[in-house]
């Protein structure tokens, strides 16, 4: 079965750091690009960041650029996102999900990230 | 990027159709044929339903249908069904510097 688990949020204080997990499995993990996508409570989803299948291409979107970073190990079947300098709207549930290039077509159950000022 | 704007809610009854509007600019779902739509129940995780603004994946009902006409992509629903009504989202490819990005999402009601 296609999987993907997320882990790693919490409660974190306003400028704090927080590193998510996701482990994959089921398929063939360093032949995909993955992403993070979040969703503020109540609000829709929010692109946050993407990463290449050999992570020669990284992206961001504008909101976390300079503070989150983006990664992947193949040998472990698992992609991170390196969140510093947390801000209250940093408080979201954070997916990871698979990249078909023509849309996301696997995700995770998601983490909740939840920062307290 | 500004995200793509969606109606923010859209009601129908069962058995009629409705459509979701998605429209971006020539930067994004103008320019790009990568739009695709998600599906979203309370509390669950996003469902994607059409890529390449008109196809299916397997296990998608044929209910569900896409279309894009220069930068507004749409979502057609027949036939409604009580467990259709969740949020919908479309997303567009936006470029490699950015690479996506959604609109604000429709909460659709069947009546």
């Known amino acids: 079965e296609v999987q993907l688990v997320e882990s790693g949020g919490g409660l974190v204080q306003s400028g704090g750091s927080l590193r998510l997990s996701c482990a994959a499995s089921?398929?063939?993990?360093?032949?995909?690009?993955m992403n993070w996508v979040r969703q503020a409570p109540g609000k829709g989803l929010e692109w946050v960041s993407y990463?290449?299948?050999?992570?020669?291409?990284?992206n961001y979107a504008d909101s976390v650029k300079g503070r989150f970073t983006i990664s992947r190990d193949n040998a472990k079947n698992s992609l991170y996102l390196q969140m510093n300098s947390l801000r209250d709207e940093d408080t979201a549930v954070y997916y990871c999900?698979?990249?078909?290039?023509?849309?996301?077509?696997?995700w995770g159950q998601g983490t909740t990230v939840t920062v307290s000022s | 990027q500004s995200a793509l704007t969606q109606p923010a809610s859209v009601s129908g009854s069962l058995g009629q159709s409705i459509t979701i509007s998605c429209t971006g600019t020539s930067s994004d779902v103008g320019s790009y044929h990568l739009v695709s739509w998600y599906q979203q129940h309370p509390g669950k995780v996003p469902k994607l339903m059409i890529y390449?603004?008109?196809k299916r994946p397997s296990g998608v009902s044929n209910r569900f249908s896409g279309s894009k006409s220069g930068n507004t992509a749409s979502l057609t629903i027949s036939g409604l069904q009580a467990e259709d009504e969740a949020d919908y989202y479309c997303?567009?490819?936006?470029?490699?510097?950015?690479?996506?990005?959604f609109g604000g999402g429709s909460k659709l009601t069947v009546l």
């Open positions: 390449e603004g008109s």
């Open positions: 999900a698979r990249d078909q290039f023509y849309g996301l077509d696997v």
């Open positions: 089921g398929f063939t993990f360093s032949t995909y690009g």
């Open positions: 990463i290449s299948s050999i992570s020669s291409i990284i």
């Open positions: 997303c567009s490819y936006v470029g490699s510097n950015i690479f996506w990005v």
